[in-house]
């Protein structure tokens, strides 16, 4: 738990903790990360999100597949 922080320092705001806090342990298993008293979870992070219709001239079905990409 981080605690009296310097107010005097540029820190970034709870959400953007969060999200950089997701990016480097989000996926871990064997701790939590809390911000504010909210857990914090590897989809924390925002993306692109965009849907691509794939059609295969043999198949018999058709998908929809929905791809986040998320960049540093």
């Given at each position: 738990m981080l605690s009296k922080l310097n107010p005097n320092l540029n820190l970034p705001q709870p959400?953007?903790?969060k999200q950089i806090l997701a990016q480097?342990?989000?996926?871990?298993t064997?701790?939590?990360?809390?911000v504010?008293?909210?857990r914090v979870f590897a989809f924390d992070v925002p993306g692109?999100?965009?849907e691509c219709e794939v059609k295969l001239p043999m198949a018999r079905c058709q998908?929809?597949?929905t791809v986040c990409s998320r960049t540093r």
């Open positions: 959400d953007r903790l480097d342990y989000g996926r871990e064997d701790f939590a990360i809390f504010n008293d909210e692109t999100t965009f998908a929809t597949y």
